[in-house]
């Protein structure tokens, strides 16, 4: 008999977008930052006592968590740290899904949430999107949990925040808002999070994108006080690390910095977004710091062209996703080589 749990080995684990082997690819594939963090960043890691590693860390984060719940006006025990917003992501499914019960998520989205519903042996509900990749609203009763992602991944669109309050308000279940690319949009639901009569809606955003802090592990989410206690509850004793703590502090601290990139970043995505429409690509109108685009030729065989040429970005084979890539928006210099190599492909 397999000495894996049936679920366990039943499953199929989520696939990281790929690594590069070697310096001087142009890595459009995981959404990351383009820039450096901070520089109080670097500071943090100079001034950082190398000693004070023998001991254990915060085991809440209270110095962090102070700073988050200042800056998105609510209290510290509303906020909730965590090694990345996808150990966030698993603790929820832990804390507000029984086994057996059931989450919902739009289809596309995020694959790693099929895969968490899996490991906690839940019923998975994707709610199809519409054919435009917009969204309609769920109904109220339709899974014991609801991952609502805005702007969505991969198709880089977002919701109008009145719209997800208004579900926020009907919904039986317990909702978790992955906001991981509210910086690069215009508007988000952190005050659906934050609203005194909130009893089951969580806000949880990531520092891997605007923050340019993938490498780190660091997210959070805020809401209602007993949701966040259920979190806290069942978390490992310390999730976050000394130097995670320090570092995300420092980062946290200089919202300048980060809104100073994430400009950047949107002006590089309307530059490219032109580009590749004036040369006959659909690209849909994005919210978040990468493109989901058509491109006039076949997706597979361009994605792959472009892997060829050191070039990475991700291609989603599922049936609705298929003729499309999704491309992470780089520097203006990495830009303009995709779209130099592109034009060798008639794209
Ligand atoms: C929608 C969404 N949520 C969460 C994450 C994971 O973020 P983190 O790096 O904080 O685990 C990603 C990463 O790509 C994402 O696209």
């Not at 039943?10 to 977008?17: D, E, K, Q, R, W």
């Not at 059931?102 to 054919?131: H, M």
């Not at 215009?186 to 909130?198: G, H, I, K």
């Not at 209602?224 to 069942?234: E, R």
Request: hydrophobic letters at 45%; glycine letters at 4%; charged letters at 20%.
């Amino acid at each position: 008999m397999s000495p894996i749990c049936k679920h366990v080995d039943a499953l199929t684990g989520y696939t990281p977008g790929e690594q590069p082997r070697f310096d001087g690819m142009v890595k459009l594939n995981t959404n990351e930052n383009p820039y450096p963090p901070s520089p109080g960043v670097q500071d943090a890691l100079k001034a950082f006592d190398w000693e004070k590693l023998r001991l254990y860390p915060d085991p809440v984060c209270n110095k962090v968590r102070a700073l988050i719940a200042e800056q998105n006006g609510c209290t510290a025990d509303q906020v909730f740290v965590g090694n990345g917003s996808d150990e966030i992501l698993a603790l929820f499914t832990r804390a507000f899904v029984e086994v057996g019960g059931s989450i919902g998520y739009f289809d596309p989205t995020y694959s790693l949430y099929s895969v968490l519903a899996a490991i906690r042996d839940a019923t998975v509900k994707p709610f199809p999107l519409n054919d435009d990749f917009t969204c309609s609203t769920p109904p109220a009763d339709y899974a014991d949990a609801f991952i609502w992602t805005n702007p969505n991944a991969p198709t880089s669109l977002m919701a109008d925040p009145e719209m997800i309050a208004e579900f926020a308000k009907s919904f039986k279940g317990v909702l978790l808002i992955d906001e991981a690319y509210a910086d690069f949009a215009p508007a988000n639901c952190m005050a659906v999070a934050t609203a005194a009569e909130n009893t089951n809606t969580l806000v949880m955003r990531t520092l891997s994108k605007s923050y340019s802090l993938a490498g780190m592990r660091f997210g959070y989410c805020v809401g209602p006080k007993p949701l966040i206690d259920a979190l806290y509850k069942i978390k490992d004793s310390y999730n976050m690390d000394a130097l995670a703590q320090v570092i995300g502090y420092a980062a946290l601290a200089d919202q300048a910095h980060m809104k100073r990139n994430a400009e950047a970043i949107i002006a590089t995505r309307v530059n490219l977004a032109a580009a590749l429409t004036a040369r006959g690509w659909q690209v849909l109108p994005s919210a978040s710091n990468f493109l989901f685009a058509k491109p006039p030729v076949e997706a597979a065989t361009l994605f792959a062209a472009l892997r060829e040429r050191h070039i990475f970005v991700r291609y989603f084979p599922a049936p609705k996703t298929k003729d499309y890539l999704r491309i992470t928006i780089g520097t203006p210099a990495e830009v303009e080589k995709l779209l130099a190599v592109l034009a060798d492909y008639n794209a």
